[in-house]
């Protein structure tokens, strides 16, 4: 609760700053960073300069009522005033100093004047400097009051009158307009322009608005015009510096903005405006609009703090109302099951991206089709619920859950083959448990009465000398060697290792267990590569009987998968001896194992040996895994079988010391081809 009212009154004071950033744009088009910059008073150096120091402001003459002589002989106009309001502000007595246009670049470059009330494009912005904008003038579209034509994007195969003298006006109405079939007609004067829209030789007159308001209110005539919406142009007024006075630029914008914080400009307008006032933002109604916004924000940040207190209740009493949410949570809730939420219809309403996943397809292939006939999800919704099903090698399980929300269900698929596999094993653990348990002392009882067997054998293959006699000693004799190989694999079974372990030298171990069955291999011509890096003559601490047990199974699988090839029969044998570990990769040609069957491969009693036990790769397993080791299978039927095998070193290893080439790398230790 307490961070979601943070939240909102972050979010609040947010939306208040963004409002007052936009504030400042439409009052003193200016940002945030500028106004905090001249939002402050005069310095007291700024002061002392201005109490001391005579500056003279220029402004090019212009036509009424920007700057001109008046009949008493006197400079006036709007930017006369204007200058009158920055001399108080700055509480400085500035001259007037009215020129043409051309002369105002040589006063400043003569030292006449210091300022320029000028427009901004008047002067190259790389030698002066210029304060935010005084004043924006408008270039405007006038019409007749009846006109049927409201803002200027409407304007199309019309004339429009300009004055002689502002070529730049006409040259924007054309660049603008003059595709859509807008053409200019020249005037002498202004006074010429409005004849020519009263006589319907032009449906509009275009110029600067100010000039416009200001003419037409001097006539006092009964006829009515209006302005067309939005400005084809767009002029800042500003006070121009010359960049040696580049201390009086700050002091300059900070008299601006005063002028406009006290709506003095808005008021100097309307000295020279009457009815056909030209477009500007009067400060008094944008500080009301901006008082009843932020009265709003308040109201609405404490209406939503009180809102989140008692949500709780609220939340309570209007439960019915979010029923429809009820959906979007249970999705939410149980990313791991696929879902499906269907009407009474049967049309997919809603999924999830598990369900997408479990089918194989995307949403589009699921929302608003028919679940009775969507092939992607009729395998998953044929079984019973709650119980687990299989398909494609995986295991799901179904559930069904009726809504009360106009009687829809609820479909859950959840995938459950690890689960299933897991159940699996558990309960060949236990079985394996319990055999191994019963594998010790069984042996020992069978060894008995075996030995007495073997023993009377003997007595008995003395006195059979015919052919069938001596063949049924033999298959006696054959029966009680695999009887006694079962015996020991059931006592390796039973026998736990990896707790004990001693200093073994790897490569000799592997390389006189190759000794050992040189023999076999010879008559089956297989050929063994074994090779040894890291460690190539030291020991390491390890399980030696682990050791034995994981080579001597994978050769005897290996020599018995080689039989099965005509090709050239191949084993490769490759041992890496890490810091903490002994990898063994043990490769061969052999017929290879179906990948269907590659998982089965480590479970006990699998075989697909006519005389095999089963439990050979199991015991393997199950010793690797109690002793922190792993193993796995790679096969590619046809083609062969690798198995990669990991083997811990004990603590207390006494490692040799690793030999390096010359750049580092590590050197083959051992290579050899029995």
């Known amino acids: 609760m307490k961070r979601s009212i943070s939240l909102t009154m972050a979010a609040a004071a947010l939306i208040i700053w963004f409002g007052a950033c936009i504030n400042m744009m439409i009052r003193y088009?200016?940002?945030?960073?500028?106004?905090?910059?001249?939002?402050?008073?005069?310095?007291?150096?700024?002061?002392?300069?201005?109490?001391?120091?005579?500056?003279?402001?220029?402004?090019?003459?212009?036509?009424?009522?920007?700057?001109f002589v008046n009949e008493e002989k006197q400079n006036d106009g709007i930017f006369i005033d204007f200058i009158d309001l920055l001399s108080v502000e700055l509480e400085?007595?500035?001259?007037?100093?009215?020129?043409?246009?051309?002369?105002?670049?040589?006063?400043?470059?003569?030292?006449?004047?210091q300022a320029a009330i000028v427009d901004k494009s008047q002067l190259p912005a790389d030698e002066y400097l210029f304060t935010e904008p005084l004043y924006i003038m408008h270039g405007k579209m006038l019409?007749?009051?009846?006109?049927?034509?409201?803002?200027?994007?409407?304007?199309?195969?019309?004339?429009?009158?300009?004055?002689?003298?502002?070529?730049?006006?006409?040259?924007?109405?054309?660049?603008?307009?003059?595709?859509?079939?807008?053409?200019?007609?020249?005037?002498?004067?202004?006074?010429?322009?409005?004849?020519?829209?009263?006589?319907?030789?032009?449906?509009?007159?275009?110029?600067?608005?100010?000039?416009?308001?200001?003419?037409?209110?001097?006539?006092r005539t009964n006829r009515y015009y209006k302005f067309l919406q939005y400005s084809f142009s767009r002029t800042e007024i500003c006070v121009a510096l010359d960049r040696s006075n580049e201390g009086l630029l700050n002091a300059f914008n900070k008299a601006v903005l005063s002028l406009k914080k006290?709506?003095?400009?808005?008021?100097?307008?309307?000295?020279?405006?009457?009815?056909?006032?030209?477009?500007?933002?009067?400060?008094?109604?944008?500080?009301l609009i901006y008082n009843i916004v932020f009265l709003f924000l308040i109201c609405g940040a404490a209406f939503t703090v009180w809102n989140l207190s008692t949500a709780k209740k609220v939340t309570e009493k209007t439960r019915e109302l979010f029923h429809s949410q009820e959906q979007l949570r249970l999705i939410i809730n149980t990313l791991d099951k696929g879902l499906l939420i269907v009407d009474r219809s049967g049309k997919i309403l809603e999924v999830n991206d598990e369900i997408c996943r479990i089918a194989g397809c995307g949403r589009k292939e699921l929302l608003r089709t028919d679940i009775y006939t969507n092939r992607w999800v009729i395998p998953f919704l044929q079984a019973e619920d709650e119980k687990v099903y299989k398909l494609k090698d995986h295991y799901y399980m179904k559930n069904t859950i009726a809504l009360s929300e106009e009687s829809k269900k609820l479909y859950i698929v959840e995938e459950w083959t690890q689960r299933y596999l897991n159940q699996q094993r558990n309960i060949q653990e236990e079985k394996m448990i319990a055999v191994g348990q019963l594998s010790a002392g069984l042996a020992h009882e069978i060894r008995n009465p075996l030995g007495l067997i073997k023993s009377y054998m003997f007595l008995i293959q003395d006195f059979c000398k015919e052919e069938d006699g001596m063949h049924a000693v033999q298959v006696i004799d054959d029966s009680i060697k695999r009887i006694n190989r079962l015996i020991d694999s059931l006592l390796k079974f039973s026998k736990l290792s990896g707790e004990d372990s001693k200093n073994v030298d790897v490569k000799e171990l592997i390389t006189n267990i190759?000794?050992?069955?040189?023999?076999?291999?010879?008559?089956?011509?297989?050929?063994?590569?074994?090779?040894?890096?890291?460690?190539?003559?030291?020991?390491?601490?390890?399980?030696?009987?682990?050791?034995?047990?994981?080579?001597?199974?994978?050769?005897?699988?290996s020599i018995d998968a080689l039989a099965e090839v005509d090709r050239g029969r191949k084993i490769q044998i490759r041992v890496d001896i890490r810091d903490n570990d002994v990898d063994l990769e043990f490769r061969d040609n052999g017929c290879g194992i179906e990948s269907g069957k590659l998982l089965e491969i480590f479970n006990p009693f699998y075989t697909s040996k006519e005389q095999g036990t089963g439990l050979g790769l199991y015991l393997v397993h199950s010793q690797l895994k109690q002793a922190g080791g792993t193993i796995r299978a790679d096969s590619t039927l046809g083609e062969g079988t690798v198995f990669y095998v990991r083997i811990p070193i004990q603590s207390g290893a006494q490692?040799?010391?690793?030999?390096e080439t010359e750049d580092g790398g590590r050197k083959a230790g051992y290579e050899n081809r029995v």
């Not at 009815?275 to 009067?282: G, H």
């Open 514 to 557: 190759l000794i050992l069955e040189k023999k076999q291999m010879d008559i089956k011509k297989i050929d063994v590569e074994f090779s040894l890096t890291g460690n190539r003559n030291g020991q390491v601490r390890i399980n030696e009987d682990l050791v034995k047990i994981t080579i001597i199974n994978l050769l005897n699988n």
């Open 262 to 287: 006290k709506n003095l400009i808005t008021k100097t307008q309307s000295k020279w405006f009457g009815a056909m006032e030209p477009e500007i933002t009067d400060m008094s109604e944008v500080d």
């Open 92 to 113: 400085n007595d500035m001259d007037i100093r009215l020129n043409q246009e051309k002369d105002l670049v040589q006063d400043f470059k003569n030292g006449d004047i």
């Open 29 to 67: 088009n200016m940002d945030w960073v500028d106004y905090a910059k001249y939002s402050f008073d005069l310095t007291s150096a700024q002061q002392d300069y201005f109490s001391k120091a005579h500056i003279t402001c220029g402004v090019k003459y212009n036509s009424l009522p920007l700057s």
């Open 655 to 659: 490692n040799p010391r690793r030999i």
């Open 143 to 219: 019409v007749k009051e009846s006109s049927e034509l409201d803002n200027i994007n409407q304007l199309a195969d019309i004339k429009v009158a300009v004055e002689e003298g502002e070529k730049a006006v006409a040259e924007r109405i054309e660049e603008l307009y003059g595709s859509k079939g807008v053409s200019v007609v020249y005037a002498k004067d202004f006074q010429q322009s409005l004849d020519m829209l009263e006589n319907d030789r032009v449906a509009a007159v275009a110029g600067d608005e100010t000039k416009i308001s200001y003419l037409i209110n001097q006539q």
